[in-house]
């Protein structure tokens, strides 16, 4: 599976992005999807997840109650509304498998947050 990012930008506090992914490739495969985040000098880690079915969400402690994963299979795409934003939200934006496939990591997207 193949995932293409997009939407990132240049946002103050407390500003809202929505991120985009594409899928394509052996999407018939996924099973759940992710929205992962790489701040510099930091762990990727994952912040949001939806199960195929759209019926599951999960989401980091940090982001909860401000962040909303979405998606559309009929196209494909998975979405990340980023509202309040901070700035330690401030990282490069990845969307993968749940779990994650090591092959599937795209470009990413950059999100910066200023105070």
């Known amino acids: 599976v193949q995932f293409v990012e997009s939407g990132g930008g240049l946002v103050q506090a407390g500003g809202s992005l929505r991120l985009s992914c594409a899928a394509s490739?052996?999407?018939?495969?996924?099973?759940?999807v992710g929205w992962y985040r790489q701040a510099p000098g930091k762990q990727r880690e994952l912040v949001a997840r939806?199960?195929?079915?759209?019926?599951?969400?999960n989401y980091a402690d940090s982001v909860k109650g401000r962040f909303t994963i979405s998606r559309d299979n009929a196209t494909n795409t998975v979405y990340l509304q980023m509202n309040s934003l901070k700035p330690e939200d401030t990282a490069v934006y990845y969307c993968?498998?749940?779990?994650?496939?090591?092959?599937?990591w795209g470009q990413g997207t950059q999100v910066t947050v200023s105070s």
């Open positions: 993968n498998t749940v779990p994650l496939d090591v092959f599937s």
């Open positions: 939806i199960r195929d079915a759209g019926d599951s969400t």
């Open positions: 490739g052996s999407t018939f495969s996924i099973n759940a």
